[in-house]
């Protein structure tokens, strides 16, 4: 008798190996995803929290002319924007301009994409009424860094941004709606959830 794997054995093998193996890649990718909107929340909240530190610390800003900023701030567009902007103040006019804006004298230090495919959601806040578009300033001015949240339209005087005890930015990976928030309060504390 010849021992061996008929032609009926190893089609069934090959078939359960193709089955394994295209469940193993699609909970691979789905986890890629959500690695990528960990690791850009994580950076969102890092990069506050250097900006808080760099308040603290009366950091020179090089891109500023070697000069210590008032306040140096994050800002984020809004709604379903990629990217948001750190920036250094040195006009005081307390952050409330996009950066990059004309006439705006608030000096760009970096624009941060998200991830591929992450996006802000959506911005919740606490303790105000913003009018206009949702767009978000946060400063911090020394010497403690007092946490300025700012939400709304600073570029046109009928919708002036007003200030909030608490903002949560959710951010969202675009095809399946998982969501991770970066919560900053008044007091400084900022921590993802």
Same mark, same amino acid.
């Given at each position: ?5 008929? *032609? $009926? ?10 089955? #394994? ?12 995803? &959500?690695?990528? &909107? ?9 990069? $506050? ?6 308040? =603290? ?38 952050? #409330? ?10 000096? &760009?230090?970096?624009? =941060?994409?998200?991830?591929?495919? *992450?996006? #802000? ?16 300033? #946060? ?29 949560? &930015? ?8 998982? $969501? ?14």
């Amino acid at each position: 008798m010849k021992k061996g794997f008929t *032609i $009926i054995e190893l089609f069934i093998v090959m078939a359960i190996i193709s089955i #394994l193996s295209s469940v193993v890649f699609l909970n691979w990718k789905h986890g890629e995803q &959500l690695f990528a &909107l960990q690791n850009s929340a994580y950076k969102l909240c890092q990069d $506050i929290r250097e900006m808080q530190e760099m308040t =603290m610390s009366a950091n020179v800003c090089t891109e500023c002319g070697n000069v210590v900023p008032l306040r140096y701030g994050i800002y984020s567009d809004g709604d379903d924007s990629n990217f948001y902007q750190l920036f250094a103040e040195i006009n005081n006019d307390d952050g #409330l301009f996009f950066p990059s804006a004309p006439g705006s004298d608030d000096i &760009l230090i970096k624009t =941060m994409e998200y991830e591929d495919d *992450i996006y #802000l959601k959506s911005i919740v806040w606490d303790g105000c009424s913003p009018k206009g578009p949702k767009k978000v300033h #946060l400063t911090f001015a020394p010497p403690d860094p007092k946490t300025e949240i700012w939400i709304g339209r600073p570029d046109h005087p009928v919708h002036a941004p007003v200030q909030c005890s608490k903002v949560t &930015l959710n951010l969202c990976i675009g095809t399946s709606g998982e $969501i991770k928030s970066v919560i900053i309060n008044q007091s400084g504390l900022v921590y993802v959830e």
